[in-house]
């Protein structure tokens, strides 16, 4: 599964770990994350995130 | 009332209600060598709204500055644009004792006051959104990891005036309050000691922003930053200067910082600095056990290298060095040449480790490292000195 980054404050999403304060089970792909999550760093929408494989 | 500290008026309808920390001289590893200011307002409106507090041992003096124009208590609405404590840090006092209205805050905001504070009752506001203060407004724009998720800047239309949080501030106590009325080569200094060990991480988020600005047409005559003087005379200066500083474009500048254990590696920056001058640069040798972190980052701002000097104690970097080499990075600075170099007893570890850093930092390394056995002779030190020129060569042709 791929990862992502956050281009404003450069967290990284690894779908191995997921984001489960925010809901996002370990193993979740990118793309089956909800729209409407953000990043949990800096709070910037998915649509602000680039593919980094 | 106290009648010791007064506001200052900004505008018929703002007033800086800040404190000055003439004593300040560290703040999180930035050494604040003219102390500094923290700076809260007061726009006198149909809802009286106070934009930041100030760190919480200064509470009375903006307070009493708030209560030689209006009491306190009339406070409806305080804005939280930056939720640091040297600016938040009277909030939830005041909270508590004012009882304003409400208190806004971004949404990273929000949650960045509930994880220092522990406390609720903040209303979020968005990006873009205006409030309306009865006879004035205030328009709202987020700018994330400038230099926190929750910073956000406030737009007052009626005045053409900005409420920056940190953005285009700088560390100086002073009786003055205005741009105008301080040196502006002090100011230029300031304001880029500021952005090298502060924003510069996010400078490519201040292009950004700064484009985002001049397509919103906010006519600004008034930047009121949160530490600093207002910016009334020169916006145009303080906004170019950050333009300047966040392209990041190579000068022909040096930095040879370093330490020395027995001169060694003193001797070493010497003679690379003059191969650096030679070679057309202008050169800062910054000798780390009397130069501090934040003055060096200050120099590497506006530069084109940073040639790094080192002795090997215990296998390890020397710790001053190591130090630097660890704030350094954490700001990213761009568009560097660099080279590593120093004197050594029986390993020499210093050297690769501290190239290693330089190439995680995109620092295009020339050459493989200058070592020498204990003290170097002519020979060495003439080699230091080459070493320097090619170092300015590979600048000269970064600069064009």
Redo the contacts between chains.
Sequence with gaps: MQKWICDVCGYVYEPGAGDPDNGVSPGTAWEDIPADWVCPVCGAPKSDFSLIG | MDDVFRAVKVTDRVYWVGAVDWRLRHFHGYLTARGTTYNAYLVLADKMTLIDTVKAPFKKEMLDRIASIVDPKEIKYIVSNHSEMDHSGCLPDLMASLKPEKVFA???GV?ALKEHFHLDGVTRVKDGETLSLGNASLVFAET??IHW?DSMFAYLPEDQLLFSQDGFGMHLASSERFDDEIDSSLLEYEGAKYFANIILPYAP?VTKLLERVAGLKWNMKFIAPDHGPVWRKDVDKILGLYAKWAAQKPAKKAVVAYDTMWQSTAMMARAISEGLEAGGLAVKVMPLDVCHRSDVMTELLCAGAFVVGSPTMNNQVYPTVADLLTYVRGLKPKNLVGAAFGSYGWSGEAIPQIIDVLKAMKVDVVADGLRVLYVPDEAVLVQCRALGADVAEKVRSNVG
């Design positions: 971004s949404m990273m949650k994330k990891m998720p988020l």
